[in-house]
């Protein structure tokens, strides 16, 4: 996927644009100490193999010489990353045994974070519309289009659009926003991939970017990220924290989702609030899990979603988050692939991708913590 964001949470304090310190030997030291392959299920560091070969996979597509970051304290090209998977690889049979090769063959590179998770979660729905199925899931609507446009400096700004006919010809006009969509602005085109049975849920499956849809004949199929109606994300904790409605400590997926079951006529206002629309596409059965933005298979507790001009997709990162009390504590202390971002995942926020599940919903749902995180590069 480009995975859509995961429900924006109250902001940290940290500096508007991050900068990369070199980590101290102690540091380096203790962080190695505190890594645990157990926390990120895996039996054994080998396990991450199959993870790491899809970050390879990916940076065999990228120019070598190409720019993959340039910010206060680093500049990187896109080979220092594939030889920083490369080294990774090669250690990994060894690194049970002896986790201090990770001090001797790589520079650590320090950014303070903010995490946040994400995960995949599963609908009731139905192949057509029938009584108690009637939320449409949307696919791409041909008549979306996309550019890049010049922006200030010598950047490049996307421009999602329609072409509508006015008085004096063709004209632009943003695409439709999520109250237009909902109130009928795609009904009877034939885009519809289903139809769930719960507003809410098509609104959490598109803060998470992907899922799985449970059908009333007993199928399954995964629905996965293909593109959004290019309206800012808002997020509606944000929303109603500012309300009054929830706590300032009190905003995350749960009681988000409580809220909005509790007040169904104000719901649909309240989601609306998120112009921000994603659709999808189908993978029948869904073997190959959840994709990240590069177009491979995300790993529970090993993919992250980061803002790609912080820690571009390739990146390697050592790592450290708290799992939330809710969650039954404890912490994910390990090794990090960048596989993913959003539209959410800003400056210095991570998104842990937690796989599926009711602990993956639980961690995702209340994961809303500072934590360190190093950008792994070879000595």
Aim: glycine share 10%; aromatic share 8%.
């Amino acid at each position: 996927m480009v995975q859509a964001p995961a429900p924006a949470r109250p902001a940290l304090s940290l500096p508007p644009l991050p900068a990369y310190t070199e980590a101290s030997p102690d540091e380096i030291r203790a962080a190695i100490a505190a890594m645990d392959p157990r926390s990120q299920g895996l039996a054994s560091w080998n396990d991450l193999a199959p993870a790491l070969a899809q970050s390879l996979s990916y940076m065999a597509t990228r120019p070598a010489g190409g720019v993959a970051l340039d910010r206060p304290g680093v500049r990187v090209t896109n080979a220092d990353f594939m030889a920083a998977l490369r080294q990774l690889s090669g250690l990994l049979p060894a690194l049970d045994a002896n986790p201090g090769l990770l001090a001797q063959r790589f520079r650590w590179l320090r950014v303070d974070t903010a995490w946040t998770g994400y995960y995949e979660p599963v609908l009731r729905a139905s192949r057509s519309p029938a009584p108690g199925y009637t939320h449409p899931i949307y696919r791409t609507p041909p008549d979306m289009r996309v550019t890049e446009v010049a922006a200030s400096g010598s950047g490049k700004q996307r421009m999602t659009y329609r072409v509508v006919d006015g008085p004096k010809g063709r004209v632009l006009r943003p695409y439709y926003d999520r109250a237009e969509i909902d109130a009928g602005a795609l009904r009877g085109k034939g885009l519809e991939l289903a139809w769930a049975a719960d507003p809410v849920d098509v609104f959490i499956l598109q803060v998470q970017g992907s899922g799985r849809v449970r059908f009333t004949d007993g199928s399954e199929a995964r629905v996965l990220y293909a593109a959004q109606n290019g309206r800012p994300y808002v997020s509606i904790g944000r929303i109603l924290k500012e309300r009054g409605e929830l706590p300032p400590d009190g905003v995350n997926m749960p009681a988000i989702r409580q809220w909005l079951e509790s007040h169904p006529v104000q719901a649909r206002e309240l989601m609306n609030t998120n112009p921000s629309y994603v659709f999808f596409r189908m993978e029948e059965g869904g073997a190959s899990g959840p994709l990240g933005c590069t177009g491979r298979p995300l790993t529970p507790w090993v993919s992250l979603a980061t803002d790609r001009s912080v820690l571009p997709s390739g990146a390697l990162v050592a790592f450290s988050t708290p799992v939330p009390q809710p969650a039954g504590g404890g912490a994910v202390t390990g090794l990090g692939l960048a596989q993913d971002t959003g539209g959410a995942i800003k400056g210095y926020r991570i998104d842990l991708f937690c796989g599926a599940g009711d602990r993956a919903a639980a961690v995702a749902g209340h994961l809303d913590a500072p934590g360190p995180a190093w950008l792994l590069l070879p000595r």
